[in-house]
């Protein structure tokens, strides 16, 4: 994606369902856990990289054993930072107690991180917070071994403030005004009086204290636990939490907003973000990786029992289509296919834009996960010259040899024209000597562009269109072609999201931009004014009956005007080529990734009720010109 654009986080549980002396006597190593979740969360790198967290439970410890060990991190590569600390920690206890080395039972008892219960997390960093306090895992602690929780989440909810006042309605006094803080303490609520109920039935049972410790951990029903913490919740979830005696589990929220999957055999329990990272990590086929359905949690006791459990009544289907368009890895064989096709289905409008011209255009991309797009493309390029050069042969008269092989010579001009050079840190403030940096963060490739030629190169998506009209469409002017047409993959991002990415403000976004230019264009700016009352009229309003009236002033467009609106703004004055954007229609994303039918971003049909308001509050700051987040 040419615009940086940050996702939200994702997640690994492993929970691991043999002694820990098993997994040394086959796989000759009692750290085969701490070893295949470091793989996971590298695996999973390309969803966070500001920070990461790593926190494990060992089950069975004796009072006074340190049960639960967390560490995090927010360094530069702070993945790589945490399982330093991890090792370093493990090789000195082995060296400085030889006497560990092959004695699994005083590795747990002596050795930090080691255990059956382990919970990783990546993230970027959000709202400009990087603190390794923002960084998950969080920890909830107390002495009942029972009410510790450890959660880690890929989520934003949109009603924090909501969760927020029923927490202090209910007496609590939270630190923090945040949704990980929020959804924890409203957890750990629920989770503090489920156990000081099965406390006293268990004394009126007439157990001891100490008797009842056990029982407690194989009755705590985590099920219901969740199912009273989460009637109010309305964001895009993927959470993962770990109870201090050993239970964990895995929530998705209703709609499938953000992604879960998971595999289990008779070793282990395994909870991603994505599928190819479980595939990849414990060498297992493609359906042996089932997706956590919507509404769903995946519940893992201290036995070892394993439950899918609904939580809460899935609403309709509205996984986020993002995540196969960019943030998830190409590698997944569903999304790799889908990738292709976003591509294919581009084609019949980049045909029409370069007149059908392929010989004198070349096809490229913006690297680097715009590259299976890419390959779809090209793909229907020459599907498109094998259609025309058969014609050609059918319908030629007395071909000589020499005709026809001129006719089968024809093929895509493919070229690598843009180059990500470097990730050039903009660290003057000066606007001018920024802009020079951010022009020469991607690099072009001289010598193969005639100004006869179309240059065509395909992009995931176009956000802000920022990177392309200060760094990419001058470096390919460079080259002198005649047409420069960019594509993106996805439709047009017209409204804020609110459930993990971080795109908060209209403003920012270059389709809403141009729009307001139609407006003015068309002397219907007056228009603006109208949407913000509206917006301004339902403040008080509860969520489920606010109306999107930003789309009223999309509607007064075609697409086509807009992309064409996307084009002059991302040029200027000093560009010789021409300069086209195609953009790729919802209907064909919604053809292309038929799962994920979570088109928000592009259509304004949010999935919870809290979007709408989200959407209202961001056009009520742009309007009033307050530079802060709808959320």
Same mark, same amino acid.
């Given at each position: ?38 793989? @996971? ?5 390309? %969803? ?17 054993? %340190? ?55 990546? %993230? ?20 009942? @071994? ?37 959804? @924890? ?53 993927? @959470? ?392």
């Amino acid at each position: 994606m040419s615009d940086a654009l940050k996702h939200e986080c994702g997640i690994a549980l492993i929970r691991l369902l043999k002694p820990l002396e098993y997994y040394k006597e086959k796989y000759g190593t009692a750290f085969y856990g701490v070893n295949k979740m470091y793989l @996971m969360m590298e695996k999973q790198h390309n %969803r966070g990289q500001d920070g990461a967290g790593f926190a494990s439970i060992k089950l069975d410890t004796q009072p006074g054993e %340190r049960y639960i060990s967390r560490v995090r991190s927010n360094a530069q590569q702070p993945i790589q930072d945490i399982f330093a600390q991890i090792n370093e920690r493990i090789n000195q206890e082995l060296l400085d107690n030889p006497e560990y080395n092959d004695d699994v039972a005083l590795q747990k008892r002596h050795i930090p991180y080691i255990g059956e219960v382990l919970l990783g997390h990546v %993230r970027y960093g959000t709202f400009g917070k990087n603190s390794v306090e923002s960084v998950h895992p969080f920890l909830r602690q107390n002495n009942w @071994m029972h009410r510790n929780l450890i959660l880690a989440g890929n989520f934003n909810m949109t009603n924090v403030t909501e969760l927020f006042d029923n927490l202090i309605r209910i007496g609590q006094h939270p630190k923090e005004k945040a949704d990980t803080i929020t959804i @924890m303490e409203k957890i750990g609520h629920f989770l503090d009086d489920a156990v000081a109920k099965k406390y006293k039935q268990l004394k009126a049972e007439g157990l001891s204290k100490t008797e009842c410790s056990p029982i407690i951990a194989e009755r705590l029903n985590v099920g219901k636990i969740l199912k009273r913490a989460a009637k109010n919740f309305d964001g895009g979830y993927a @959470m993962a939490g770990m109870l201090g005696h050993g239970d964990s589990f895995v929530l998705r929220d209703p709609a499938g907003i953000r992604p879960a999957y998971y595999y289990q055999d008779d070793e282990v329990v395994v909870v991603a973000s994505e599928r190819p990272v479980i595939q990849t990590v414990f060498n297992v086929d493609f359906d042996q990786v089932k997706e956590l359905d919507p509404g769903h949690a995946i519940i893992t006791k201290k036995s070892g029992k394993v439950k899918i459990e609904k939580i809460l009544e899935p609403t309709e289907r509205k996984a986020c289509s993002f995540e196969r368009i960019y943030f998830s890895r190409g590698s997944d064989a569903e999304i790799y296919q889908e990738r292709k096709t976003l591509g294919k289905l581009l084609m019949p409008k980049v045909l029409e834009t370069i007149n059908y011209d392929t010989k004198n255009s070349v096809f490229s991309y913006i690297p680097n996960t715009a590259e299976s797009s890419f390959y779809g493309m090209i793909e229907s390029v020459e599907d498109y010259l094998n259609k025309r050069k058969t014609k050609a042969i059918i319908e030629g008269k007395d071909l000589s040899e020499e005709q026809v092989t001129d006719i089968l010579k024809e093929r895509p001009r493919i070229e690598k024209i843009a180059i990500k050079d470097a990730k050039l840190r903009t660290f003057i403030t000066e606007d001018s000597s920024r802009d020079d940096l951010v022009e020469h963060v991607y690099d072009v490739t001289y010598g193969v562009i005639k100004n006869t030629d179309n240059i065509v190169i395909i992009d995931d998506s176009i956000v802000r269109g920022t990177t392309l009209k200060k760094s990419i469409i001058r470096m390919l002017d460079r080259l002198h072609p005649k047409r420069i047409v960019v594509v993106s993959s996805a439709p047009q991002i017209r409204y804020p999201d609110c459930y993990g990415i971080d795109m908060a403000k209209l403003e920012g976004l270059v389709a809403f931009r141009a729009m307001l230019s139609l407006l003015e264009d068309n002397n219907k700016y007056h228009l603006v004014e109208e949407v913000y009352n509206k917006c301004k009229a339902q403040v008080d309003l509860k969520d489920t009956k606010i109306q999107n009236f930003v789309k009223d002033l999309y509607d007064q467009f075609t697409d086509d005007e807009i992309s064409t609106k996307i084009a002059v703004l991302i040029s200027d004055d000093t560009i010789n080529a021409e300069v086209h954007t195609i953009f790729q229609s919802v209907a064909n994303l919604n053809k292309a990734c038929p799962k994920n039918l979570g088109d928000w971003y592009f259509t304004g049909n949010y999935p919870t009720p809290g979007g709408n308001r989200v959407v209202n509050r961001a056009f009520i700051n742009f309007f009033e010109g307050n530079n802060q987040r709808a959320y």
